[in-house]
């Protein structure tokens, strides 16, 4: 089956109307350029689920965002090395701050999820 499924082609319509209705504004920096590349990420804050009770935690800022997987709108699972970074804020109502992109989540014809921290 060829990348241009009937399948892909209507799940990357649906990612767009996603993104439209989810997105907020983030900034895209691809590791060793200097400039920044505007981009809507769909922000979910990755909560500690304390699932290991006694142990001492240190909370560390961690989200998941959610991107098309498109090199003109989003980020592509392609395109993406370690050392890239976007600025989103790190909690609701904060100052926005520059997240590493560590690990692909998920990803499908039509979005990537990156952990992020």
């Known amino acids: 089956m060829s990348s241009d499924s009937t399948y892909d082609l209507m799940w990357n319509d649906a990612s767009v109307l996603l ?17 920044g590349r505007a981009v809507q990420v769909i922000l979910e804050y990755v909560e500690d689920d304390r699932s290991l009770q006694g142990v ?14 498109d090199a003109a709108v989003g980020i592509t699972a392609a395109e993406w090395v370690d050392g890239d970074e976007v600025l989103v804020p790190p909690r609701q109502g904060s100052t926005a701050r520059r997240f590493r992109l560590t690990r692909i989540a998920r990803q499908d014809a039509g979005m990537v999820t990156f952990a992020a921290r």
């Open 19 to 35: 993104m439209d209705m989810f997105g907020v504004d983030a900034t895209y920096y691809a590791a060793g350029i200097g400039a």
């Open 56 to 69: 001492a935690r240190v909370r560390s800022q961690q989200v998941e965002i959610t991107v098309l997987n």
